[in-house]
């Protein structure tokens, strides 16, 4: 990769070089055509763009080719209301008519070239992709008019601009059968793209920089299983905001791959890119968790595997023969945490989840059902560690030791002295 330099001094500033090296091998890996799809909202074009051509322009000096498509919604409903044309919404979609139609297609193709333009003057290369990329049918709601529903995508003029090394803009319009023009929605329109290409990562660009809770603060992680109807029922995502989940909701469940979706700002992106979690919000289907109360109902192989290479060490051939309380891990073996009982306390023996699968919120949802199902309990790790920053924050007590930092929840003064003396005691379980 071009200059990969430049991403690790970046992150190296900040603690998170061994992130961007992983993801830096990870995009090296994948085909150029399959690095990311990324959806610019209207709302960025029309204030950012200038921030947002800068930084698609140093993944371009990178050597990374993402896959643009764009929304209008702004820049559409002003122009429609200079033209006096009074439209309304449909769950998120916008009736379109003749005259709608005209003044969309008008509006998209301006904005794609200007983002192109933008993009080729700041020194990088891109391309504007308007027409016959999303064949489509019209919208079973017939009153959204000239609306439509895709029935396949071309990515043949996508390769091609990747191959020939520059960046694919891709609107979101659509042609029939017999070569009439369509509107369709953005996140609908990503939707279908990313099915198709199989990219590792899609981010929406959008103003707020994600989707905000009820103080209007950014949401980090969303749990689709277990937080969607919440979100729904409690108006945290209304309209717009609720289509893109749902149509995200929908794309993580047709999708079986290594695979995150991010709602972040321009001025956050390449951090989204290159780190395990980036600033904005983190959208996943969610882990369905067993719980087991002995290594002898695992897949002693499969858990190994996920401990050897989320520590990068190998375990101890005795480890397996040891007593525990029980083991939380993720079905599929992506994680996992192994709980021990240390006289009358818990203590938290192992936190693993594989590298492939760090940021996907994994060990967020364990360490929640952890939470919520053992009240108190106690764990080490190394001083060096890069995790303590989020031990700190769910702790109710640490002890800093030369070798290890202890930590507790809700463990009361009567046992600080013991679980202190086990935790820095206690030997090694790799070699």
């Known amino acids: 990769m071009k200059h990969a330099n430049l991403i690790i001094d970046f992150f190296s500033n900040t603690g998170e070089k061994d992130q961007a090296l992983m993801y830096l091998n990870l995009y090296t890996k994948t085909p150029a055509y399959e690095f990311a799809v990324i959806k610019i909202g209207g709302n960025i074009l029309k204030q950012e763009i200038d921030k947002v051509a800068d930084t698609l322009c140093y993944l371009y000096d990178l050597g990374l080719y993402p896959v643009i498509i764009h929304g209008a919604g702004p820049q559409i409903k002003a122009a429609l209301k200079k033209n006096n044309i009074n439209t309304k919404k449909i769950d998120g979609q916008r009736i379109t008519g003749e005259k709608e139609l005209g003044v969309i297609v008008s509006v998209m193709k301006n904005i794609n070239q200007n983002l192109v333009k933008k993009i080729n003057e700041n020194n990088g290369k891109a391309e504007s992709l308007t027409k016959d990329i999303?064949?489509?049918?019209?919208a079973k709601n017939k009153r959204l008019?000239?609306?439509?529903?895709i029935k396949s995508v071309n990515t043949d003029?996508?390769?091609?601009?990747?191959?020939?090394?520059?960046?694919?803009?891709?609107?979101?319009?659509?042609?029939?059968?017999?070569?009439?023009?369509?509107?369709?929605n953005a996140d609908c329109a990503a939707k279908e793209l990313i099915l198709k290409i199989k990219p590792k990562?899609?981010?929406?660009?959008?103003?707020?920089?994600?989707?905000?809770?009820?103080?209007k603060k950014i949401i980090s992680y969303i749990n689709l299983k277990s937080e969607y109807d919440s979100l729904i029922k409690d108006k945290i995502v209304t309209?717009?905001?609720?289509?893109?989940?749902?149509?995200?909701?929908?794309?993580?469940?047709?999708?079986?791959?290594?695979?995150?979706?991010?709602?972040?700002?321009?001025?956050?992106?390449?951090?989204?890119?290159?780190?395990?979690?980036g600033s904005g919000t983190f959208i996943k289907k969610g882990i369905d968790i067993k719980?087991?109360?002995?290594?002898?109902?695992?897949?002693?192989?499969?858990?190994?595997?996920l401990l050897e290479q989320s520590f990068s060490r190998k375990l101890k051939e005795v480890y397996f023969k040891q007593k525990i309380e029980k083991i939380i891990i993720e079905e599929n073996y992506k994680g996992a945490i192994i709980l021990k009982k240390i006289k009358d306390n818990i203590y938290v023996d192992k936190f693993a989840v594989?590298?492939?699968?760090?940021?996907?919120?994994?060990?967020?949802?364990?360490?929640?059902y952890l939470e919520e199902n053992q009240k108190k309990f106690f764990w080490r790790a190394r001083p060096e560690n890069?995790?303590?920053?989020?031990?700190?924050?769910?702790?109710?007590?640490?002890?800093?030791?030369?070798?290890?930092?202890?930590?507790?929840?809700?463990?009361?003064?009567?046992?600080?002295?013991?679980?202190?003396?086990?935790?820095?005691?206690?030997?090694?379980?790799?070699v």
């Open 134 to 138: 999303f064949f489509c049918k019209k």
């Open 239 to 277: 309209e717009g905001m609720l289509l893109k989940l749902s149509q995200i909701k929908d794309l993580l469940e047709n999708i079986n791959y290594n695979f995150s979706v991010q709602i972040a700002s321009p001025k956050n992106l390449i951090k989204e890119l290159f780190t395990i979690k």
């Open 145 to 149: 008019g000239f609306v439509g529903e």
């Open 201 to 215: 990562k899609f981010i929406l660009l959008s103003s707020p920089g994600g989707i905000l809770n009820k103080d």
């Open 157 to 184: 003029m996508i390769k091609k601009s990747i191959r020939n090394k520059k960046i694919p803009v891709v609107s979101s319009l659509g042609y029939d059968e017999s070569g009439n023009l369509f509107n369709i």
């Open 354 to 368: 594989l590298k492939e699968f760090q940021g996907e919120g994994i060990g967020r949802d364990l360490w929640i």
């Open 386 to 430: 890069d995790i303590n920053t989020f031990y700190s924050k769910n702790s109710t007590g640490i002890y800093k030791a030369k070798s290890w930092h202890v930590f507790s929840k809700n463990i009361g003064p009567k046992y600080l002295k013991e679980i202190i003396e086990y935790s820095i005691n206690k030997g090694e379980s790799f």
């Open 291 to 305: 719980v087991l109360d002995s290594f002898s109902s695992v897949d002693k192989n499969r858990l190994k595997f």
